[in-house]
């Protein structure tokens, strides 16, 4: 069965501290890893796919990175505008996209 | 590109009542559909998935008869929630892929916030 498992649950950083989140998984033939930015009652916006191990991908101040067993999400030099939960997700060789439970990640001014 | 919408954004409604819930793309064709379930501060719950002129593929556990979905086009799906209860209230937010495309990504709607009374 397909899996994933982000920590940490939360993290709280100074504006302007860098961090980085993580994403594990375990899943049969991964076609793609995602991730997604969710802000408090909205939907989910797309931030990355990532296809194979060794890929990089950068927005911003976001950065993705991806492992044959895990994935990183760096933040480089936060804002308080990026205080939002980010969510991993993986996808095998079903249709459907197997969430991690997220971390809220909050940025202190 | 890639967004999709959904309406209402918020409903409220009487117990026993149905709703129905409208997810559009707006600049691609949507080959696939999803319809998910949020609970506060717990990730996504897939409840089903829907290819175009087809029937809805429901997860294990969640009701068809009480959740109706159809994807008649490449734009647009419905979710209607039949006779609802107080705990059929919830955030659900549908998403769509661009199957003809190839791509495998996932565009979110912005959710629809039920509550049931």
């Known amino acids: 069965e397909d899996q994933v498992t982000q920590s940490p649950e939360a993290l709280r950083l100074q504006e302007g501290e860098s961090s980085s989140l993580n994403c594990s998984y375990t899943?049969?033939?991964?076609?793609?890893l995602f991730w997604y930015r969710q802000d408090p009652g909205k939907g989910p916006e797309f931030l990355f796919t990532l296809y194979s191990a060794g890929e990089e991908k950068e927005k911003e101040r976001l950065k993705a990175t991806l492992t044959k067993k895990e994935s990183f999400l760096h933040i480089t030099a936060p804002k308080p505008e990026d205080s939002a939960t980010y969510l991993c997700a993986v996808r095998g060789g079903a249709q459907k996209l197997v969430f991690g439970q997220g971390t809220r990640l909050t940025i202190n001014p | 590109g890639a967004v999709v919408s959904q309406h209402p954004s918020w409903v409220i409604c009487k117990s026993g009542t149905s709703v129905k819930i409208e997810c559009r793309s707006l600049?691609?064709?949507?080959?696939?559909m999803f319809w998910y379930r949020q609970f506060p501060k717990q990730s996504l719950m897939l409840m089903a998935t829907s290819n175009e002129g087809s029937k809805a593929t429901y997860e294990q556990g969640v009701e068809k008869d009480k959740f109706l979905i159809n994807h008649a086009s490449l734009t647009l799906s419905t979710l209607t929630v039949t006779s609802a209860h107080p705990e059929d209230s919830s955030f659900y937010i549908c998403s769509a892929r661009d199957g003809l495309a190839g791509a495998l990504e996932q565009f979110f709607g912005p959710g629809t916030r039920l509550t049931v009374l």
């Open positions: 899943v049969s033939g991964l076609r793609g």
């Open positions: 600049d691609f064709q949507a080959t696939t």
